[in-house]
Nanobody
Framework: QVRLVESGGGSVQAGGSLKLSCAAS??????MGWFRQAPGKEREAIAG????????YYADSVEGRFTISHDNANNALYLQMGSLKPDDTAMYYC????????????????????WGQGTQVTVSS
């Protein structure tokens, strides 16, 4: 059974931090990362990582504020979010693919096949 389950969402004040987790099971993924979608806006890929070398990639919108990491032993993906802004308010989705793909300069090329159900993050001013 292939499964991606997010956790760690919640409400936080602007300037605060939050850590999201994604538990993966069923298969071995090569690329993993995070998308987010706010109401009325397009889904946005914000961070990705290769599970083989752990090299991280970020969209400009989160560069310098968010940190993506992967735990090979537990097959878990994380997103440490800091300096949160109200514009970060969105549903955050864990995503992954079994094939090696290029993320792109701003994460725009990544088209993963597997998705979690999402976890809500709300940042208040």
């Amino acid at each position: 059974q292939v499964r991606l389950v997010e956790s760690g969402g919640g409400s936080v004040q602007a300037g605060g931090s939050l850590k999201l987790s994604c538990a993966a099971s069923g298969v071995t993924f090569v690329t993993m990362g995070w998308f987010r979608q706010a109401p009325g806006k397009e889904r946005e890929a914000i961070a990705g990582i290769y599970t083989t070398n752990h090299h991280p990639y970020y969209a400009d919108s989160v560069e310098g504020r968010f940190t993506i990491s992967h735990d090979n032993a537990n097959n878990a993906l994380y997103l440490q979010m800091g300096s949160l802004k109200p514009d970060d308010t969105a549903m955050y989705y864990c995503a992954a693919d079994r094939l090696s793909q290029r993320f792109g300069p701003n994460m725009e090329w990544w088209k993963p096949a597997y998705w979690g159900q999402g976890t809500q993050v709300t940042v208040s001013s």
